[in-house]
């Protein structure tokens, strides 16, 4: 799909999670790094990578942990874009502390903030460009890709949100099945940060503190969502691949 009219604004640069121990994902991340494991002939981070340069992202920052060296090498080779990598080998400071230890090479604006194990399909990058022109920081502090759950591959929980019809997103009452999820990649204000002091935080809280005020929204994937948290969905994911038209 092409768009006519460009997004209102690109961000220059994308904070990409790749140092989590990609525990559901044994025994296959025994000896790879989730990141590097393959889908439809890419390694994920890969997957990612293209799409950020399809929508106009001219640096990725990589934040590295577990098997570290093989994703550092891997995403080093990369001429498409100017990749930085934030080494986390001595400490695992989850999503929000990663942000934190970065947070000199993220630039100005809202920090785009990626997953590696989120696919889509169709795969192209119209679909952060989407998310580019929505972002409206009068409105919100965060806005998350969601999908919907029932559409989506690699889905073995709840669901995530509930969507108002002007977008607002509300977190999943308990005992209720949301019909939404996160699909991996979101902008967040940096003043969600303001004042934030620890070392190791997760930024799941940081979406729903937005969603108490009114500030989280969501806009939905005109696509599949291919959720690759555990070794049957590669399988999966693989198949929506080959099904998926040229």
């Not at 889509?120 to 119209?126: A, N, T, V």
């Not at 990649?185 to 004042?195: C, E, I, K, Q, S």
């Not at 009114?214 to 005109?222: S, T």
Request: aromatic share 8%; net charge negative; with cysteine.
């Amino acid at each position: 799909m092409t768009l006519v009219t460009p997004p209102a604004f690109t961000p220059k640069t994308a904070m990409v999670f790749a140092a989590g121990l990609g525990t559901r994902m044994r025994p296959l991340t025994l000896t790879t790094p989730k990141p590097m494991i393959e889908v439809a002939g890419r390694p994920l981070i890969d997957h990612m990578l293209d799409r950020l340069v399809e929508a106009g992202v001219q640096r990725a920052v990589v934040n590295v942990h577990w098997l570290a060296d093989r994703i550092e090498d891997h995403v080093r080779r990369r001429r498409d874009i100017d990749v930085i990598v934030s080494d986390e080998r001595e400490k695992l400071l989850d999503q929000g502390g990663g942000i934190m230890k970065a947070w000199r090479h993220l630039g100005d604006g809202p920090i785009l903030v990626c997953n590696t194990d989120a696919l889509w399909l169709p795969s192209g990058g119209w679909t952060l460009r989407r998310l580019f022109d929505a972002w409206d920081e009068a409105r919100m502090d965060v806005a998350l890709m969601v999908a919907a759950a029932a559409d989506s591959i690699g889905v073995d929980w709840e669901g995530d949100f509930l969507m108002e019809p002007d977008g607002r997103l509300t977190k999943r009452p308990e005992r209720v099945v949301a019909p939404f999820v996160y699909a991996g990649v979101g902008l967040v204000a940096r003043d969600a940060f303001a004042g934030e002091t620890r070392e190791v935080f997760r930024l799941a809280p940081v979406f729903f503190e937005a969603a108490e005020k009114g500030r989280l929204h969501g806009v939905r994937l005109d696509g599949q969502w291919l959720h690759v948290g555990e070794p049957g969905a590669v399988a999966q994911a693989e198949a929506a691949f080959a099904r998926a038209p040229l």
